[in-house]
């Protein structure tokens, strides 16, 4: 009995390593080895174009926090992020309990405000910039049809960060909505009964007592979320900007981006790849944290 | 008694006006959500719009949606036929249809084995699954890319393809969707003399198929559009693909706008066509990750 | 939570003297195309507790939100003490509710909970928008009476050790009690409640039963009370309205239900276990069971098929011993009864057979056990046994299932009618 036990479970196991085996290889070649080779390299001066290297300890670090553009890329990036995240968060949330009590429309919206996830951000990135355009795009001529003067909405280094939030805004509201809707969805019917028999049937009433709290777990989910999407903004400063006018528009990734792969300076992108993902892991940690905290209910 | 009962109108709460389709402050919502849904749309009309214009007309002062010269022909078929257009959306069915094919292949045993079988080093395993997730291509990108140079397969399919072979999210979501399959069914199919590849294909693979679908979605939505791999490994035009090409050919094709527009339509429009026709799952797919892109 | 704790004896004082008299005239309801009330009028009386019983879908619980105001009626008039409650909001019209699931807040601790109501009712806007709301002098002037409300109601449900706890950390009898509570801080003159028990196990369902009766009968308020469960309607209420359909089939006290069903469904939904259906037809001045008939008067001419009802208890067993029976005398219809399965209930037994002239119908006997009872000579004896039929509790049904009421003329105690013989 037991050795017949037994020969079962080491025929599971058998199998059990034959199925994880091609999965496991890939995660060691694709995500370990990348990361402990990353980490090598950040110690290095390694370039691509030429074979020697030598360790430098932490001077990639050193660099990085004395180095003028990652300053600026920060700071880009941050600026970026105060202005985006705000607005994804409200607008989306707003939208969400908008749609969720239209009874007709409901899915023809939903469909018309998740079109722009769908498209090809790096397409609609120059449609974008035509439309933004400070000469002759249609914004502007809007602009000036209501007597205001034209805005050069991507030459100017005030404005361009503002503009990039605008187009990232338009392609990912339809995003957050959908799990704004979904969070919404599942409050349970009867609390909103119980709620209007308590007397909580103001709007007002109804969204503080009971909806926004429940909404809770999905809230930490989309602002963590949309935290990460604003780090990394890339499409668009790649294809609109290139971090222009005068490195205005240079934020983090794209800069990690110019470090590695334009002049070649594996060492010190790998040491602002590495920053980079210590950034997304925080937000990864005070999600899980909250997470946690959230299982009560 | 009974006149009393029909002439008063029963009046419907306030909280529950909604209910209503005709209150005023519900016309006036859905006014100003249709407004910004046009807002949303516009960028798509004035795209569909400018790609059928003659350049002159594109950025004329007093925008039409309906074109006064109509070029459409000639710009798309300059687009498809004249540039290689035709190639660059060949290359990115090529490489996503290759990436989610391998990821399916890896991903499936994986999860399963994850999820109801016991070995040793499955938790291990799973903890760096999770550990996994959450980190990006961006960071891993410059390893790779050196490993690619060095063996000499840079600007190839499998370049293009090899850092997304292994999605440890879909092996988290295919585990979590295993784990919720009864142990009951499993263990009655082996009492039936199942083996375990066939509980496999012919138990579990069933079962997961709104799973995979939505994953498929998502892989294949992600990596159409993706910018920043291809364009980091991608040197020649033949290995080009869709979204890549909007870069180079924004320079290339200078001034002739209607031309730019067309190929960003070409673009654009397989994934917003896909999403119309099966916008449950494409919603659904997309959204499961909480990550865009 | 100690079990079996009564629930208590409270309400009078903070009451004063309340009427609440509560009218439904000609409530309709449909929801697309499928009429949900079919024109219920309803007359509620001042403190009565009133049980709207029926299976799921027979309209019960849209009747009780539209008492609420949860739901909107499409006609038909809600009066409360005689003012029309029609397009009154929930909190405008007096009542309070318990909810099937208990709908508690999951993010607010027991005492937010219960204080809610209390909160929306005493509280302006201003002083119950987060961030601001501990400035304003609404909030500081009214918390300390809203938190003492919430603390005398809790004592009295016994439950003011729970209130700094999440719904999510009690149990189910205890989220139970803290559903009470937050319906009765707010005071109301009638009281909802929807199938409150159904998510509580059998003993602790028996339990709160009986505590809610309580309350009723401390408090005064007048409760509407809906259930799917015969048993807790016929125990609990002053009145059961039974509903099928969208419509009352009978309302009136539960043993005018129990003993005067109006129709066929009500007798069969009413009495547990169910009563027994036998064949029959009715002739002007006799009803025949098999081929014997026994003199009937009716009180309208009737001619036809019948169907016969027998409850479980009014069938007595001859031959074994310490089987005890409701009304021992006047059983004067004897049958032949073919007995196939015994259930030992504990205090009392179940029977199931088939009398002989009906073989096919399935037909149980209910009897109390009493000291000497002979389990062996139950379950030994033949198959076949001899019964008695009490004649004055036969309930007589014309084939649409109308009850024809009626008098059992002759049989009497000296002269006994033996329908068996015959065959």
Known sequence: MSAMASLMQSKQTRLAYMLVMPAAVLILVIYILPIIIVFFVSLTDYSLVSDYYEFVGMENYEKMFSDEAFGNALVNTLIYAAIFLPAAFIVSLVLAIAIQEQKQFRSVLEVLFF??????????????????????????????????????????EDLVLFSLAIISLWSIIGFNMVLFLAGLTSIPQNLYEAAAIDGASHPIDKFFRVTWPMLGPTTMFVAVTTSITAFKLFDTVAIVTQGGPDHA????????????????????????????????????????????????? | MSDIAISSSPTIPRWLSRLKPKSVGGAITTCILFLGAWVMVFPFIWMISSSVKPTDEVYDSDFTIIPKTFKGFENYYNVMFEQPYLMFILNSMIVCTGILAVQLLTAIPAAYALAKLKFRGSTILFGTVIACLTIPINVTSIPIYVGLVKVGLLDTYISMMFPFFISVFAIFLFRQFFKGFPDSIIQAARVDGFSEIEIILRLILPSAVPAIAAFSVFSFVAHWNDLYWPLIVVQSQDKMTATLSIMQYQSDFGTDHGRIFASATVVTMPMVIAFLFARRLFIRGITMTGVKG | MPSGVPLIVFLTGNLGCKMAKLSLKN?????????????????????????????????????????????????????IDGAPMNGREPKDRNIAMVFQDYALYPHMSVGENMSMPLIMARLPMHARLPGIRHFTPAHRREKPGIDADVEKVAKQLRIEHLLQRKPAQLSGGQRQRVALGRALVRNPKVFLMDEPLSNLDAKLRVEVRSEITELHASSGLTFIYVTHDQTEAMTMSDRVALM?????????????????????????????????????????????????????????????????????????????????????????????????????????????????????????????????????????????????????????????????SSKLKIPTHNNPVELVGAA
């Open chain 3, 27 to 79: 409530i309709k309801k449909s929801f697309g195309s499928t009429e949900v009330l079919k024109n219920i009028s309803l007359d509620v009386e001042d403190g009565e507790f009133i049980s709207l019983v029926g299976q799921s879908g027979c309209g019960k619980s849209t009747l009780l939100r539209i008492i609420a105001g949860l739901e909107a009626q499409d006609a038909g008039d809600i009066l």
């Open chain 1, 115 to 156: 079109l722009p996830v769908t498209s090809t951000l790096a397409a609609m990135a120059i449609v974008w910039a035509a439309l933004m355009d400070s000469g002759q795009g249609v914004i502007n001529h809007v602009i000036v049809s209501i007597g205001l003067e034209k805005i050069n909405f991507l030459g100017s």
């Open chain 1, 249 to 297: 528009s240079e934020v983090f990734l794209y800069l990690a981006f110019l470090e590695g792969f334009e002049y070649f300076n594996m060492g010190y992108s790998s040491a602002l790849s590495l920053f980079f993902l210590c950034i997304i892991f925080t937000f990864a940690l005070v999600q899980a944290f909250f997470a946690d905290r959230n299982v009560q209910y």
């Open chain 3, 244 to 404: 099928q359909d969208g419509a009352f089939l009978q309302v009136g006290a539960p043993n005018d239900l129990y003993a005067n069903p109006a129709n066929i469904d009500v007798a069969k939904f009413i009495g547990s276990p169910e009563i027994n259906m036998i064949k029959g037809a009715v002739t002007s001045d006799q009803v025949s069971i098999g081929n014997v008939a026994l003199p009937i008067a009716l009180d309208a001419p009737f001619n036809g098929a019948v169907q016969i009802g027998i409850r479980p208890e009014a069938i007595t067993i001859n031959g074994v011993p310490g089987l005890a029976f409701a009304n021992q005398s006047e059983r004067t219809i004897q049958m032949s009864f073919n007995k196939r399965l015994v259930e030992d209930l504990g205090p009392e037994v179940l029977i199931h057979g088939a009398l002989a002239v009906e073989p096919n119908r399935s037909i149980r006997i209910r009897a109390q056990k009493s000291q000497n009872y002979g389990e062996r000579e139950l379950f030994a004896s033949t198959s076949q046994l001899d019964v008695q039929i009490d004649p004055s509790s036969l309930l007589f049904f014309d084939p649409s299932g109308k009850r024809i």
